[in-house]
Structure formats: structure tokens, C-alpha cells
């Protein structure tokens, strides 16, 4: 597959585009050094996909599939290929064991080469019981009372690292499902302390390259309780495994209102802030598009990771950017190119912020300029900057017009059926 899109996919819309981008300059006084700055750093700006996100998603009920869904690790390969083809903004993708275990790794990484991707992190499974597992997870995993249920886990999660080794993978992410429904069903602190020395333990087994990303949770399918509720236990838990251990930080992770990008800067403080899930919510973990519910504190969650990156005092290890959504309505390809392009334009609006006059406005608590400064960043249309980074790339200038032009899942549901369904939540 090309890794291209038709140049004359473009023609049409080249030079409205050219238009906009001249006008946006002129607003934002961008002189052609400042302005090929900013596009550059939009380029590089890479989100891995994951691969339970190709397939509609479900809910506890229905599931509606969306028709030509990936069947096999080859066919998801093959949609962040066509993603990134029209994107150019996913140049990885996250894979889930046991959904995704390769069976030949050589031409996996073959395909993966020819789509210009790499893979970014495996996911352990104990969140559900497999056909062919001894012990079950009803009562938890890593976290378990009985230690061969803990051990089968741990194995687990060892496997999943093998499996990463074989695709040049060098991070392992850690969810849970571990927790209690019921007041006195755990007991709070033996709970926790199982689940560090689980952790440990296959910190223990990673190879010395590889890093452990450790996400939290207050609440589902534990909906009293979850032993990783938040991000001091998954920042403490870290600190216990070591260096290679970092917190990742899923956006629809949270209560309401919590504030996130306060979260952000705390673990860039403290140089843990080891990876990311994007995604959208309104009332809890709704797996909707990104930026489709807050677009305002996604910016405000970008402001604090490029003034961390700015910071030289900041001594934080590379973040690993993934999104983590599957939702049941939208077409899952268009889901994934519109929160791809949400991301990026968060990023772009954050690259805006006048960090020096921001920051004499905090000196002097001159709070309605700090605000002020904010909203000129957020209320940019960054847009047509977005569009330049994809052309100067090889990608498309409209890619959801780009996808529905070229009628691709028409010509997915023609090879792979109307009813097939991409394993996933
Ligand atoms: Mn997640």
C-alpha cells in the first residue's frame, strides 16, 4: 500500500488552503522561520492507534458492527496503515494480548514496515477469562488472594512481553480490572500490597530497554473499590518497581471534574508521567472521540506537556502518546482520524501560548491576562496549520472526505464482509 495519498486528491482543495494558511500567518505573525517551527513540530507529533479500536466498540449491550471490520492482526495493520496514509499522525499501534498474538512475527514486521508503522506498547489481558485458562479473574488477578492465581497473571504478563520482543516492541502498559464491589470484600491494604509485588515481579522479568506503564482507575468493573484507583497508587507503585515504571494517565480515567492537566504537571514534576490514553468523556469512561466533549481542557492538558518539554528543569522520560476509545456509533476509522485530528490541534493551540508573557502575567497575579493569553491560544482556528503539517507529509488535506471519496469501507466490507467483527471491547 502506498504510504501516500494521490497528490491529486488534493488538487481541489489546494488552494482554499493555501488561502487559509496565508491569513493565519498574517494573524499570527508568523515569519517563515517561526511558521515552519510550529509545522514541524505538528509532523512529528505521532499517536499510536490501538488495535482493539478498529472494530465498533461495545457496551454491556449492543454492538453494532460498522460492516469490513479487521478480522486479523493483518487487517488491523492494514486500517492504521490507511489512517495514517490520509493522517500521517499515527505512525504506531498498540496491541492487546491475547486478541493480537502474532503468529508469524517476521511478516508482521514486514507489513508494518510497508505501512510505515512500528509497534508502540502490548497490553496485558486479566481483565477476562480466556477458553483455555486454569484459574479465573472473577476476583481479580495480580491483586488475587490465591497465589497461583497471581502467578498465572504474572505469567501472563511475562508473555505479553515476550510476544513485544518478538515485534520490537519496548513497552509493556498495565490496566487492571482488580477491585471489589462490596464494603469488606478486600481488605484495602493487603489488596495493594499483593498487587506491588505482582508488579515487581514482572518488572523483574522485562528486559533492562523495556518500560512498564502502570494505568489507574477509580471505578468499573469494581464499583466500590479499585486497587489502582488513582495517580498517587499507580505513582507510588512505580516508584516501588523503578526507574522503567511510569504512570499513564487515560483521560476517561477520572471522576467528574477532576483536573487533569494538574495531574499532568504533578507526575512532569516529578519526571513519572510515563505515558497517555486519549480519549472523550462526559460522565465517566465513555470511550467517545477525543476532544468531542472537552476540547478546552484537552488544550489545557497540552499546555502543561509542551511547558514541560520547554522546561529544562523538567526531567521527564519521552511520553508514549496512544489512544485508548471504541465506541458503537461512528464508523471506527473516521472515529479515529477525527480524534487524531483533535489531538493535534490541542497540541498546535498549545504551541501558541506566549509561555514568557504567561508566566511574568502568573509572576504578578495578573489573572485576567493569564486567562486572557490562554484563550488567544485556545480560540485559534489552527486548522489550515494541521492541513499544511499532512501535505508537506504525503497525507490528505480533508482525510475523512479523503476516506469517504474513495469509498474505502465500501470496498473493506467488499473483501471482508458486512458482518465481520474486529475483536475487542
Ligand atoms: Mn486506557
Redesign the pocket.
Known amino acids: 500500500m502506498a504510504v501516500s495519498v494521490p497528490e491529486a486528491t488534493n488538487e481541489q482543495d489546494l488552494q482554499q488552503h493555501r488561502q487559509k494558511v496565508e491569513f493565519l500567518r498574517n494573524v499570527l505573525s508568523l515569519d517563515d522561520t517561526a511558521y515552519d517551527k510550529v509545522i514541524r513540530k505538528i509532523e512529528s507529533f505521532q499517536v499510536a492507534v490501538p488495535s482493539w479500536a478498529l472494530g465498533t466498540g461495545g457496551t454491556r449491550f449492543g454492538r453494532f458492527p460498522a460492516g469490513g471490520e479487521p478480522r486479523t492482526l493483518e487487517e488491523k495493520i492494514e486500517d492504521v496503515g490507511l489512517i495514517h496514509q490520509a493522517t500521517r499522525a499515527t505512525n504506531s499501534i498498540s496491541l492487546h494480548i491475547p486478541w493480537d498474538i502474532p503468529k508469524d512475527a517476521t511478516s508482521i514486521l514486514e507489513l508494518l514496515r510497508e505501512n510505515e508503522l512500528i509497534i508502540d506498547s502490548v497490553n496485558s489481558n486479566t481483565f477476562q477469562d480466556q477458553a483455555d485458562q486454569k484459574y479465573s479473574y472473577k476476583f481479580g488477578s495480580l491483586c488475587h488472594t490465591d497465589d497461583r492465581i497471581r502467578k498465572q497473571a504474572v505469567d501472563h504478563n511475562i508473555e505479553v512481553v515476550e510476544h513485544g520482543i518478538r515485534l520490537n516492541s519496548k513497552v509493556l502498559t498495565v490496566?487492571l480490572a482488580d477491585g471489589s464491589n462490596f464494603p469488606g470484600q478486600h481488605h484495602f491494604r493487603k489488596a495493594y500490597a499483593r498487587t506491588l509485588d505482582s508488579l515487581q515481579q514482572i518488572y523483574k522479568a522485562m528486559p533492562g530497554d523495556w518500560n512498564m506503564l502502570i494505568?489507574y482507575k477509580p471505578y468499573e468493573p469494581g464499583f466500590y473499590s479499585t486497587v489502582i484507583p488513582d495517580w498517587g497508587t499507580s505513582y507510588q507503585m512505580s516508584q516501588a518497581c523503578g526507574d522503567r515504571a511510569n504512570v499513564l494517565v487515560?483521560l476517561g480515567?477520572h471522576l467528574p471534574n477532576t483536573n487533569i492537566e494538574q495531574i499532568v504537571a504533578r507526575l512532569l514534576h516529578f519526571g513519572r508521567l510515563g505515558g497517555f490514553?486519549f480519549n472523550g468523556s462526559h460522565y465517566g469512561d465513555d470511550d467517545l472521540t477525543t476532544g468531542s466533549i472537552k476540547p478546552y481542557q484537552l488544550f489545557l492538558i497540552f499546555n502543561e506537556l509542551v511547558a514541560g518539554a520547554n522546561d529544562r528543569q523538567v526531567r521527564n522520560p519521552a511520553v508514549a502518546y496512544m489512544i485508548?476509545a471504541s465506541h458503537n456509533i461512528k464508523d471506527p476509522i473516521e472515529d479515529l482520524i477525527n480524534s487524531l485530528e483533535n489531538i493535534r490541534s490541542a497540541y498546535a493551540k498549545a504551541l501558541l501560548v506566549n509561555v514568557e508573557t504567561l508566566e511574568h502575567a502568573q509572576h504578578e497575579n495578573d489573572v485576567v491576562l493569564c486567562e486572557q493569553i490562554l484563550q488567544a491560544a485556545f480560540q485559534t482556528d489552527v486548522r489550515p496549520l494541521l492541513a499544511e503539517a499532512r501535505l508537506r507529509t504525503g497525507g490528505s488535506l480533508d482525510p475523512i472526505g479523503y476516506f469517504r471519496s474513495q469509498k474505502i469501507r465500501e470496498k473493506l466490507i467488499a473483501r471482508r464482509g458486512k458482518k465481520s467483527v474486529a475483536t475487542g471491547l
Open positions: 490496566w494505568e487515560d480515567h490514553h485508548d
